[in-house]
């Protein structure tokens, strides 16, 4: 057996110390630039408010009614409520956020013109769009984790049990949701020159698909079903395979074209 096969080749070898070098240096400018805070405290942000939200709404609106002299009766709330609220608000305001802070991830550094000068390194187009990606999605995850277990706990000391596995699962759609908006919209900054370009751009594409999912057929392959899967499974329904498979192939299609044209691109 030659030292190569042993060892591996200098070629793989450079590439993995570069990708690890770029990873290392991405997630510590992302910190740096408080968006892993903004994004955490977001996702915390309604991680707390949606149980709480739940349990007192109907009690404000019962006090406000009697000093209006009327008469509201409104149900007892439930987990369900709380759970509902809560993906509502990250599958639509948590889109915001991801769009926002993934719109510039390339085209910043294009109109900055950081991006020409890390080029000139040993530094493939390759290595840099999946770098990018990598670390905005361990960005993401960190912060979506802590806003589903506040929601968890804050969820629990409200409304005492819940069905757990449901919770995970329910996340877990709703996670990778939002993933795919985050690589949908990377892929567009890797595409046009200014981040306002890729945000607009994203959020059209994220706005019509959505339209798109009442369709009867195509609609249940689109991406944007998962919010509703994700409400449906804590519900006692069932987790459709259809969504999944979009989620994947529209992640995949944008990161190729998103490639595609980012190695046309000229300073």
């Not at 915001?96 to 000139?120: P, W």
Request: hydrophobic residues 50%.
């Amino acid at each position: 057996m030659t030292n190569n096969t042993r060892t591996g080749s200098p070629g793989s070898t450079g590439s993995i110390h570069l990708f690890r070098a770029l990873l290392k240096k991405e997630l510590t400018e992302q910190i740096r630039n408080s968006h892993l805070l903004i994004a955490a405290a977001v996702f915390a942000f309604f991680g707390i408010l949606s149980p709480v939200t739940a349990q007192y709404l109907p009690q404000l609106i019962s006090m406000f009614s009697e000093t209006q002299n009327m008469q509201i009766i409104l149900p007892i709330p439930t987990v369900t409520d709380a759970y509902m609220q809560y993906v509502k608000n990250i599958s639509q305001i948590g889109v915001l956020v991801v769009i926002f802070l993934t719109m510039g991830g390339v085209s910043k550094e294009k109109e900055q013109g950081t991006l020409a000068f890390l080029l000139v390194k040993p530094v493939s187009r390759g290595i840099y769009l999946l770098t990018k990606t990598t670390a905005h999605v361990v960005i993401f995850l960190v912060a979506y984790a802590a806003g589903f277990i506040l929601m968890g706990i804050y969820t629990r000391i409200f409304f005492g049990s819940f069905p757990l596995s449901s919770f995970v699962v329910g996340n877990l759609l709703l996670g990778a949701y939002l993933v795919t908006i985050l690589i949908l919209t990377l892929s567009l900054s890797a595409m046009v020159k200014r981040p306002i370009g890729s945000g607009m751009l994203a959020l059209i594409i994220w706005i019509v698909l959505s339209l798109m999912g009442n369709l009867p057929k195509i609609g249940t392959f689109l991406f944007p079903r998962l919010g509703a899967d994700a409400m449906a499974v804590f519900s006692g329904g069932s987790t459709a395979w259809q969504p999944i498979t979009g989620a994947v192939v529209i992640s995949c299609l944008f990161l190729a074209v998103g490639y595609r044209m980012f190695r046309t691109w000229e300073p």
